[in-house]
């Protein structure tokens, strides 16, 4: 996983609420055997509408998803982190993230930024308004800012998924960081236990 910090870009205006894991990446795409490509299947039922936010080209480029209340509900489905990382997305924004989505994204280097509904409504209006709108997410200073509003905005995530993004720590990144009590837990066990050690 990559490290980080600060992600500046611009948006795309997502005005739907309770967007879900199967909207997301329908179940179709969850028969492939590799862990790419899944960004063809972003939002693929609703991009055959030209008209379809991700289909305009004042939108092609945008690092950034803003999306209305309950992002993410559903299934657990990582397919669905994958597939808004591989379609170029490094980070979304709504109001309230469905729990399983908003683990699998700090997971896998997607970062959720939850603020206040006013100002997910705010942020949808003004994107909508001017495509080109540049909005800056600071992780390691926990603070959302877009300064053409002069908006800026704290938002939270638990010290443990901060300092994930920050190392760039996925899960096996994490237990190796405690690898020396590992191996010395290891070289105090009976011979005849099992161990992780190779022979």
């Known amino acids: ?23 997301i990446i329908p179940s179709d795409w969850l028969k492939r055997v590799e862990r790419t490509g899944f960004d063809k299947g972003l939002f693929s039922e ?6 379809f936010v991700l ?10 998803l803003i999306a209305g209340p309950n992002f993410g509900t559903g299934s657990s489905r990582e397919h669905a982190v994958w597939a808004i990382m591989q379609y170029g997305f490094e980070a979304v924004i709504s109001p309230r993230f ?14 959720p930024v939850v603020v206040e509904p006013g100002i997910a409504d705010r942020l949808l209006r003004a994107v909508e308004q001017n495509p080109a709108l540049e909005i800056t997410i600071d ?32 899960d096996i ?7 020396h009590h590992i191996d010395a837990h290891e070289a ?12």
């Open 1 to 23: 996983m990559e490290a980080v910090r600060v992600v500046t870009g611009t948006a795309v205006p997502l005005d739907r609420s309770d967007v879900d894991t199967d909207q």
């Open 46 to 51: 609703w991009r055959d509408d030209r008209d």
């Open 55 to 64: 289909n305009r080209e004042e939108h092609a480029g945008a690092n950034i």
């Open 98 to 111: 469905g729990d399983i989505f908003r683990n699998n994204a700090a997971k896998n280097g997607l970062v």
């Open 139 to 170: 992780v390691e200073r926990l603070v959302l800012e877009v300064p053409e509003l002069g908006l800026e905005v704290a938002f939270e995530l638990d010290p443990a998924t901060r300092e994930r993004f920050l190392e760039g720590l996925d």
């Open 173 to 179: 990144g994490m237990t190796l960081r405690n690898r």
């Open 188 to 199: 105090r066990r009976q011979s005849w236990l099992p161990s992780t050690q190779r022979l």
